[in-house]
């Protein structure tokens, strides 16, 4: 017997099990049922603009400018750019008060909101609370209590968030001294901050623990979580290029997200705005915590293959690319796993030498040449999408 004949017989029989029996819908149903959902841990909810961070809200994604702060319109079209990307909030270095003059003008023009980045000088985070929406500060180079009182009591004024970035690159002399540069030190870093912060009547914090390797910036945060109820702003710092901080920022957040750990993330990259939204998206669509967009579940190809995958898989990635609604869709170039995979879709095809199926919740739609597969699954994803939309 050839591939052909084996491939129509393979085709004949999932068609006939699809169309005359429920079983299969009912299967499909239950694993829909069955996939995991991460049980977030319980943090206090505060505020960044009009956007919720913690407290069960949806995960933020955040992205930060490497615009000079005091190039207005270069700020703003990079704002902009993040925007139209899906950012939530965006946050803007402050080296002193050229850039600080500038950030309020930007502030006024900003559709998003607006986190100010202070280091060294807590003069200038005094002088943009007046009009920011968060403040994040580096303990390690902050300097005395006073210095964070006066900022703490900026921010109480305007009942803005304050960050504590703690990060592995910069602690305080005195935790490095006694603990050495790593998690240790970082950790009784936070607890100290906090404590400070607490000690000055305030609560409106978040918190993040960020190392420049996957291992220690899962264990910071997993170390300090039971310590605090506070939003945690997961992090890789310094992760590196694009495809470096892909796969640092896939294994780090990805972990502590399936663990429930997490309010907001950023996905640090060298110069990659629009990237670092990408993929952080991807990171919360294919953890499981986040339920927006498509999910495309595709073969790698092989040799059973007999039809164009690669080209079909790239028109329906850029067509579905505008859907908000959660969906899963499978793109598969053979029978052997694609009734598997069709179980958990809500819309798939089966491609064959020539032909296939358009599979819905279980349910044979269509059996077409494949010149017309691609056409009627996309009219089946539009569709579901729109009712789930409803």
Do not use: W
């Not at 902050?142 to 004024?157: D, F, L, M």
């Not at 495309?296 to 040799?303: E, L, V, Y």
């Amino acid at each position: 017997m050839n591939f052909d004949t084996k491939f129509t017989k393979s085709l004949r029989s999932l068609a006939f099990i699809m169309q005359n029996s429920q079983t299969f819908a009912t299967i499909s149903q239950k694993i829909q049922r069955k996939k995991m959902n991460v049980k977030r841990v319980k943090t206090k909810q505060i505020k960044v603009g009009k956007v919720l961070v913690g407290g069960g809200a949806p995960i933020s994604v955040q992205s930060m400018l490497f615009a000079k702060t005091r190039d207005i319109a270069g700020c703003l079209e990079q704002i902009n750019r993040l925007y139209f990307a899906g950012a939530d909030i965006v946050r803007l270095a402050c080296l002193d008060m050229a850039d600080a003059r500038a950030l309020k003008e930007i502030k006024a023009q900003s559709p998003l909101p607006l986190v100010v980045d202070i280091h060294f000088n807590h003069k200038l985070a005094v002088y943009c609370a007046e009009f920011i929406d968060a403040v994040r500060i580096n303990p390690g180079n902050i300097g005395s209590k006073e210095n964070i009182k006066e900022v703490v009591q900026a921010c109480k004024a305007r009942k803005i968030p304050i960050r504590i970035g703690v990060n592995h690159g910069s602690i305080e002399k005195e935790f490095a001294q006694q603990y050495g540069y790593g998690v240790e030190a970082m950790l009784q870093s936070a607890l100290y901050n906090i404590k400070l912060l607490e000690d000055f009547d305030f609560t409106d914090i978040k918190i993040s623990m960020k190392c420049s390797n996957a291992q220690d910036t899962i264990e910071a945060y997993e170390r300090l979580r039971p310590l605090c109820e506070y939003p945690f702003h997961l992090g890789v710092t310094e992760a590196g290029t694009r495809f470096h901080s892909t796969i640092k920022s896939s294994i780090a957040l990805g972990n502590l997200l399936l663990k429930g750990i997490g309010d907001t993330v950023r996905v640090s990259m060298t110069g990659e705005l629009e990237e670092e939204i990408r993929v952080a998206k991807a990171i919360l669509q294919d953890s499981g915590v986040q339920k927006s967009g498509v999910n495309i579940i595709s073969c790698p190809t092989c040799g059973r293959i007999q039809s164009d995958l690669i080209k079909a898989i790239k028109i329906v990635e850029k067509k579905v690319a505008h859907i908000k609604a959660p969906l899963n869709i499978s793109v598969m170039g053979c029978v052997v796993n694609a009734l598997g995979e069709a179980k958990g879709a809500d819309v798939a095809i089966a491609f064959g030498k020539n032909q296939g199926l358009v599979i819905r919740h279980g349910e044979v739609v269509a059996k077409l040449k494949e010149s017309e597969l691609v056409e009627r699954f996309l009219q089946e994803v539009e569709d579901e999408a729109k009712s789930k939309e409803a």
